[in-house]
């Protein structure tokens, strides 16, 4: 495995970060603590949850997956090894069944003990803003969506010293946000700033060969500003594993189980699809360990968040570590995307 620190801290965390979205729905407590078991064994000390986990999210299913967690760390008492992220759920009509207030000093605190006591823990590594209050071009909307722009926007100040009152009890250690936008980012950082306040370290934002945009104003302000991304969708619901070429549906997959995830599901999509196939084929490996390679090597990613519903996959994404990708191989890569770039939003 491969290791770097969060952002302006001495936490160390591995490159890969193993995701849990489907566990308490697509996978049950005994496979994620089978995941948990084999990505701890190969050196992954970094996972990642969400109080509204597993997706979708669903009001009998809230909670899931932080209790499989919790779970985890009660039978094996292994608290210490891990490097533990979760977050609270933004505001928007598919989380109302969660809370209604946003960022509100009320919400963060109901939501920051709901994990805790979840996930059997006093303190979370990493607490991320899982979206933002305000409408933006996250989850499948590639432009700004101007006709809901409204000049309401987070309280950040505000957000940021109810994070520090967390901090200094130590039931946080650092924080940081997801879905968000460069404006949103720089506001967190020039209030905390402008206040002495917490630095946000990271950004949970999608990236991959698919959706690349992150690339266009983020990966900037991640190098300067020194808040890393954790890319997440990194083989895009397993589209770049290639299973849905040509019209298959395997029974099982994700894509064929939830429709409507539809985002990078496009024809545009399926092509690049085959002409990354067709670089990973040439060079004796896998699409899945092309996609997650490249990423694993950008200066700007601070891990690469991975999911599975399978054994199988998860050894297959945890050894995409292992592989560097030549100058060549990103030619042939950045070739495929000047043609067909971002073909999913």
């Avoid at 049950?28 to 603590?33: L, P, V, Y």
């Avoid at 997956?65 to 490097?83: A, C, H, L, P, Y």
């Avoid at 598919?94 to 009320?106: E, L, P």
Wanted: proline share 4%; with cysteine; net charge neutral.
């Amino acid at each position: 495995m491969k290791y770097t620190t969060l952002p302006n801290s001495d936490i160390k965390v591995s490159k890969i970060c193993l995701g849990t979205m489907t566990w308490g729905q697509q996978n049950t407590e005994q496979e994620g603590h089978e995941q948990m078991d084999y990505a701890l064994e190969k050196g992954v000390n970094f996972f990642d949850v969400a109080e509204l986990y597993p997706i979708p999210a669903k009001a009998e299913t809230y909670g899931a997956t932080e209790k499989i967690i919790g779970s985890w760390f009660q039978k094996n008492g292994n608290r210490d090894k891990v490097v533990l992220a979760s977050k609270i759920a933004g505001w928007g009509a598919y989380t109302a069944h969660i809370r209604k207030d946003g960022f509100s000093k009320r919400a963060i605190k109901e939501a920051l003990e709901g994990s805790l006591k979840r996930l059997q823990t006093d303190y979370i590594d990493l607490y991320q803003l899982h979206w933002p209050e305000r409408a933006v071009n996250c989850f499948g909307v590639r432009e700004y969506p101007y006709q809901n722009h409204s000049e309401q926007f987070e309280n950040h100040l505000e957000i940021l010293e109810t994070l520090q009152g967390f901090i200094s009890e130590g039931k946080i250690r650092k924080i940081g946000i997801s879905n968000e936008s460069p404006w949103g980012t720089m506001q967190y950082l020039q209030t905390a700033k402008d206040h002495n306040l917490p630095r946000m370290s990271t950004i949970q934002n999608s990236y991959s060969l698919l959706h690349r945009a992150y690339e266009y104003g983020m990966s900037e302000v991640s190098l300067r500003e020194n808040i890393g991304l954790l890319a997440f969708s990194p083989l895009a619901f397993g589209v770049l594993s290639g299973k849905y070429v040509g019209g298959k549906k395997p029974s099982d997959a994700r894509v064929t189980l939830f429709p409507n995830y539809n985002r990078y599901s496009s024809a545009q999509s399926e092509k690049a699809v085959i002409e990354y196939q067709k670089i990973a084929e040439k060079h004796g490996m896998s699409l899945v360990e092309l996609s997650l390679a490249f990423i694993n090597q950008l200066p700007f990613v601070t891990s690469n968040i991975i999911g599975a519903t399978k054994m199988s996959q998860l050894k297959e994404n945890i050894n995409s570590i292992d592989i560097t990708l030549s100058e060549e191989i990103i030619n042939e890569i950045n070739g495929v995307h000047k043609i067909m770039p971002n073909p999913a939003p």
